[in-house]
């Protein structure tokens, strides 16, 4: 049995190199979307780690359900539980007013990255011996100055290499706030396909989610690069850094390639 599939090369090519302005439109919304959630996310993360290392048992044991909650049930259901539950407003930015179904999406995958980024930066913290905070302390230094001037500086080696893999997946976890209305690039095709039911619209808008992760990656290379440099004291090769960022059993390769 021999199943042949037709594919609609001119529908690609305009989809890929001649986008409307409804498409750039839904490119930036996710773009947008994703940089204001793992912007928030980290907050949040950086928010609960503290809080886990509270000697306030109340604060811990907040810290902990959070965590609990928002890793343990299903992104999706979070995202419907804020659309219906929450009454979110349209934001007016100015140049853009970004949509109460945008707005939930951010608010969803905000939160729900925050948990998983509390234990990056937990570990983070955790690899930097305590011996750092006490003689932080011992020169006369609070806990807060201590943490930003001494700890996190140092523990942001070790956080920004998974914190930059999980911007990458973020990338493509916004695809499933289409399902409350969002128009962004996965609901710019599913549109197309019930209009059309043409499905090379989703071989397209997968190229788009190609572009942005590869991109993505390339920064994340750089950024690596310069932490490795300033702990090796030398500088790695372009040609070193290319097979990081494709490498699957490196950090890099693991964040271009999961999911």
């Known amino acids: ?55 306030f048992a109340p604060l811990r044991w907040l ?23 929450f009454n979110l407003p349209i934001v007016n930015l100015g140049v853009w007013k970004v ?4 707005l939930t999406g951010i608010v969803a995958l905000s939160v729900n990255e925050g948990a998983y980024m509390r234990e990056i930066i937990r570990a983070g913290i955790d690899s ?23 700890i996190l500086p140092q523990a942001a080696r070790v956080i920004v ?5 999980e911007f990458n997946n973020m990338m493509k976890t916004t695809s499933l706030v289409y399902t409350v209305g969002a128009y962004e690039l996965f609901a710019d ?7 059309t039911f043409i499905s090379d619209y989703f ?16 920064i994340q290379v750089l950024i690596e690069r310069r932490l490795a440099r300033s702990e090796r004291g030398d500088q790695l090769s372009y040609r070193e850094l290319l097979l990081m960022a494709w490498n699957p059993m490196t950090t890099l390769g693991r964040g271009a390639w999961r999911r």
């Open 99 to 102: 949509p109460s179904e945008i």
């Open 161 to 165: 290499p998974p914190l930059g893999n």
């Open 63 to 85: 810290s902990g359900a959070y965590v609990w909650v928002f890793r343990g049930t299903p992104l999706l259901v979070q995202i419907f539980f804020i659309y219906t539950t």
């Open 203 to 218: 071989i397209a808008v997968a190229f788009w989610y190609l572009v942005l992760t590869t991109a993505w990656t390339f």
């Open 189 to 195: 095709a599913e549109q197309k396909y019930s209009q």
């Open 128 to 150: 930097i011996d305590r011996g750092q905070m006490e003689a932080a302390k011992s020169l006369g230094m609070r806990y807060g100055q201590a943490m930003r001037r001494i």
């Open 1 to 55: 049995m021999h199943v042949l599939v037709a594919v609609d090369w001119h529908v690609i090519w305009l989809r890929i190199f001649h986008p409307d302005h409804v498409f750039a439109r839904a490119l930036w919304a996710t773009v947008f979307m994703s940089v204001v959630s793992q912007a928030a996310g980290v907050g949040l993360g950086l928010v609960a780690a503290l809080m886990r290392m509270s000697r």
